[in-house]
Nanobody, 121 residues
Framework: QVRLNEFGGGLVQAGGSLRLSCVAS????????LGWFRQASGKEREFVAA????????PEADSVKGRFTISRDNAKNTVYLHMNNLKSEDTAVYYC??????????????WGQGTQVTVSS
């Protein structure tokens, strides 16, 4: 059983930056594909970014392309979401997810509890 804990959410002004972290435990981190998703109030959860066990990344969601970047540090069992030039529409609960196998934009087996990101305009 893989457990995921997200950190780094908070309140930020539009145009600002945040870095989310997700620490994994209970599994072999280097075998995991990892993803970030988000869910705004009243909307469905959507894919943001994903990274393979080898460090390759999938194309980010169009809504965040050029502003958000995913990365991982296997030595720290941590995946990051670097968010720049934040917009009010980025306000959401952000979730970290993991699966054993290929990185995908959906169908993850393990999920964190989420961290709130609020962008003020």
């Amino acid at each position: 059983q893989v457990r995921l804990n997200e950190f780094g959410g908070g309140l930020v002004q539009a145009g600002g930056s945040l870095r989310l972290s997700c620490v994994a435990s209970g599994g072999t981190f280097s075998t995991l594909a990892l993803g970030w998703f988000r869910q705004a109030s009243g909307k469905e959860r959507e894919f943001v970014a994903a990274i393979s066990r080898f460090g390759g990344t999938l194309p980010e969601a169009d809504s965040v392309k050029g502003r958000f970047t995913i990365s991982r540090d296997n030595a720290k069992n941590t995946v990051y979401l670097h968010m720049n030039n934040l917009k009010s529409e980025d306000t959401a609960v952000y979730y970290c997810a993991a699966r054993i196998g290929l990185a995908t934009t959906n169908q993850y087996d393990f999920w964190g509890q989420g961290t709130q990101v609020t962008v003020s305009s």
